[in-house]
């Protein structure tokens, strides 16, 4: 399997634009998790899909943000329009049920500069 | 509400030294902890999990952590550090009731001198 794709592996824009991430999650899995590194926050959830439906999305930031999951195999986080503090690495992650003994595939992420 | 805490942002050991890395959790439920470790421009892998039972958890490459309830603490071990092991390592903790959602320490960059 290759694991958990993500594209583009680096982005950079300018304040104002929009910005969407992409991931592949593996196959078969039915979990999907979107999280956010920054120096100052550390690790932080944004968002997690069980079978496409997103259920908890309280760590998405504020309305700007917003991620979709229209199958199995793909999902986007979009960032409207894009601010310079939201720079930083996303990572999405997926895991076969979203059980919290299930373990969780990383991507590479996605390291995102806003200018 | 549940939280880790990771002592020392930066641990520097020679090789062939024990490694400590330190993590305490707080949960007003029984726990699930996690330890990550994320390589270079890489994403995170999982090191090894506490559920229930044995409270001494053997991961891969040869680290372990001891679930110590008492201390609230998760702490990872390992005999010898190898120049590999330099990384950075996050602690995670997750409950039953929160789904598959993992909380995550502020992460301890591990350094290996040789």
């Known amino acids: 399997d290759a694991g958990v794709i993500q594209s583009p592996r680096h982005e950079v824009t300018e304040m104002g634009q929009e910005v969407t991430l992409r991931c592949k999650p593996i196959s078969g899995h039915n979990s999907l998790f979107w999280y956010r590194q920054t120096m100052m926050r550390g690790l932080e959830l944004l968002i997690y899909?069980?079978?496409?439906?997103?259920?908890?999305d309280s760590g998405m930031p504020e309305d700007r943000f917003s991620a979709k999951m229209p199958n199995a195999s793909f999902s986007t986080l979009k960032i409207q329009p894009s601010e310079p503090r939201d720079s930083a690495v996303y990572f999405c992650?997926?895991?076969?049920?979203?059980?919290?003994?299930?373990?969780?595939?990383f991507g590479p992420g996605t390291r995102l500069t806003v200018l | 509400a549940q939280s880790v805490t990771q002592l020392g942002s930066h641990v520097s050991v020679s090789e062939g030294a024990l490694v400590l890395l330190r993590c305490n959790y707080s949960s007003s439920v029984p726990p699930y902890l996690f330890w990550y470790v994320q390589y270079p421009n890489q994403g995170l892998q999982l090191l090894l999990k506490?559920?229930?039972?044995?409270?001494l958890v053997k991961g891969i490459n040869g680290f372990e952590a001891e679930f110590k309830k008492s201390e609230t603490s998760f702490h990872l071990t390992k005999p010898s550090a190898h120049m590999s092991d330099a990384a950075e390592y996050f602690c995670a903790v997750s409950v039953d009731n929160q789904g598959g959602k993992l909380i995550f320490g502020q992460g301890t960059e591990l350094s290996v001198k040789p």
């Open positions: 506490y559920t229930t039972g044995a409270t």
């Open positions: 899909f069980n079978n496409n439906v997103p259920i908890d």
């Open positions: 992650a997926s895991s076969p049920t979203g059980r919290i003994l299930d373990e969780q595939f």
